[in-house]
């Protein structure tokens, strides 16, 4: 950020008389002085590097700004609703899947154990399967509809719309005046509805969100990463964004909306990959108003393997940035505040970084290279703060997430924030491959995150059909660790010791995530297995 760089210029020329001589004596290199002179070529280069490295640092600067808005608003928190309904309105959950053999009874069970009156509810179980899961999830539906649950079962014969489409299917029928929207993996408690319909006495709130929480967090190194990215997310980012006042959005599950607010903002859409954040948009340009109760819990089954957290991951980096395209312009031209409008962006743009990352992996060698003949005075005090407003600013996110979720046990988060930030890194091509799409305007088919009903070591996954294929990307991860891994040597074998941290991110963040897309799932212990779908129909109902 621009920050950085007078930072640095201050430093340069406020210093007290006697340090700079010190500085310049001790620790300016002068091994090239009069050797070396900038050319164009090497400007071609550095230009774009510095660009890319304010850019990225502007980017991490906002996560700081989430953190300040998340603490100074804190006395807007929402806790109880305002008010009670004397007489509980109409809900209608609705349940979109798409070949969840292993996870629809779980789905059912506990959405038919919910705590609300059986006339004043109706339940739609949205099948677009073309698998196994048609027979069971019907089976399903007739056995809980027989023991007098108001659950009912649509299919459709094509993916028309994919989740949008489904959800707007099930709208032509739904009953409730509010309806709550439950994806597959979620496991929502008895209460759920209670904890959030009667925040909607107030007739200005279009849409309740609640936290997700995480039922397999344990479950090996990769989930309770996962854990910590989408925490960051639901404590800090819903939470500030929520308490100031500025537009935040929806994330198509474990949340409820008024049945007026979708329609008047203009219903499901399904020209991006992530629905829910262009129908939240839309609605609160219409003037509705969301609420986030970050105490009320809704847990869900995280990925297990490398593969499917990538085509989430993907899957969302893509649905925002066409949601920036259609929406952004509209934001801009309302009549909103400017500080929502600029959070917009930021929120709505964020996975730009993702190729900006590619840029910048191309160019750190060469600009090391000539940075090195420029004297490393030069790197301490312009690339290191640029370097460290982006990359530190996301450890120091996350951990505050985890200190306000877990005042006790918090540092122990320590431990994974490295490979979190290399993680991050190591999703580099895959969300750079979907943000080029979404730029370009192709248009591809909502991918599912496959679930296997893990929850716990014990359970094994052995199924492989819903296993997505690998493609290149895992080999061209591990070419790209493999240059990080020569620029360290380049970097040690010049005394070039404070960008080898920086560096070694890049190498542990390709290495693990190509790795464990070639290995995962291939050895045993990674195994889903046959009894994960072959479980009797719960009978706790």
């Known amino acids: ?87 509980l309105p109409r809900v209608t959950v609705q349940l979109p899947i798409f070949n969840e053999e292993y996870v629809v009874d779980r789905l059912l069970d506990a959405v038919c154990k919910i705590d609300y009156p059986r006339e004043k509810l109706d339940i739609q179980l949205l099948d677009d399967s073309t698998d196994e899961t048609v027979e069971v999830a019907r089976s399903l539906v007739e056995r809980y509809a027989a023991l007098g649950h108001p659950v009912t079962y649509l299919h459709r014969d094509n993916r028309s ?34 904890k959030c319909i009667h925040h909607f006495t107030d007739p200005k709130i279009g849409m309740v969100q609640t936290r997700w929480t995480h039922i397999n967090r344990n479950y090996s190194f990769l989930t309770e990463v996962e854990a910590i990215l989408l925490d960051g997310h639901f404590v800090l980012e819903h939470s500030g964004r929520a308490r100031s006042g500025v ?66 991951q993907a899957r969302w980096a893509k649905g925002l940035i066409q949601v920036s395209k259609k929406i952004l312009p509209k934001v801009f031209a309302s ?27 191309v160019l750190l060698l060469p600009a090391m290279i000539i940075r090195f003949y420029q004297g490393w005075f030069q790197m301490l005090y312009i690339d290191l703060p640029l370097f460290m407003a982006s990359t530190f600013s996301i450890s120091s996110f996350y951990l505050v997430s985890q200190k306000e979720l877990f005042p006790k046990t918090w540092p122990r988060a320590l431990l994974y924030l490295p490979f979190l930030m290399a993680l991050g890194i190591g999703l580099t091509i895959t969300n750079t491959r979907a943000v080029l799409e979404a730029l370009v305007g192709k248009q591809t088919a909502f991918a599912r995150t496959p679930k296997y009903r893990v929850e716990s070591k014990k359970d094994r996954v052995g199924a492989t059909k819903y ?75």
Not at 37 to 61: H, R, S, T, W
Not at 252 to 281: N, P
Not at 509 to 520: E, F
Request: a negative charge.
């Open 467 to 541: 296993r997505k294929r690998l493609g290149w990307v895992p080999w061209i991860e591990l070419m790209i660790g493999t240059y990080f891994a020569l620029a360290i040597y380049y970097a040690v074998d010049n005394e070039n010791y404070f960008t080898v941290p920086f560096l070694l991110l890049f190498v542990i963040g390709y290495w693990y995530t190509g790795l464990m897309s070639l290995l995962q799932g291939r050895f045993a212990g990674l195994s889903v297995g046959a009894e994960t779908h072959n479980k009797p129909f719960p009978v706790g109902v």
């Open 247 to 312: 537009f935040f959005n929806f994330n198509g599950t474990a949340g409820m909306w008024r049945r007026v607010a979708i329609d008047e903002a203009g219903g499901w859409e399904h020209d991006t990959l992530t629905e829910d954040t262009d129908l939240s948009y839309r609605a609160q340009l219409k003037g509705w108003k969301f609420i986030y109760l970050q105490d009320v819990e809704c847990p869900a089954e995280l990925p297990v393997e490398m593969t499917a957290f990538k085509t989430q």
């Open 335 to 361: 009549d909103a505040p400017r500080q929502v409008k600029v959070e917009a962006w930021y929120h709505l743009t964020a996975n730009l970084s993702y190729p900006l990352m590619i840029v910048l992996s």
């Open 1 to 87: 950020m621009t920050w950085a760089l007078i930072s640095c210029t201050l430093t340069l020329n406020l210093a007290p008389k006697g340090v700079m001589p010190y500085l310049r004596q001790h620790f300016l290199d002068k091994t090239f002085q009069g050797l070396y002179q900038i050319n164009g070529f090497d400007l071609a280069l550095l230009i774009p590097y510095f660009i890319v490295l304010i850019i990225l640092a502007a980017y991490g600067a906002h996560r700081y700004w989430l953190v300040y808005l998340y603490y100074k608003y804190k006395k807007n928190k929402t806790a109880e609703p305002a008010a009670h309904f004397d007489d």
């Open 161 to 194: 719309g994919f989740k949008a489409g489904a959800l707007a299917e099930g709208l032509k029928t739904a009953k409730g005046e509010f309806v709550a929207i439950f994806d597959a993996d979620f496991v929502p408690p008895p209460d759920f509805l209670l």
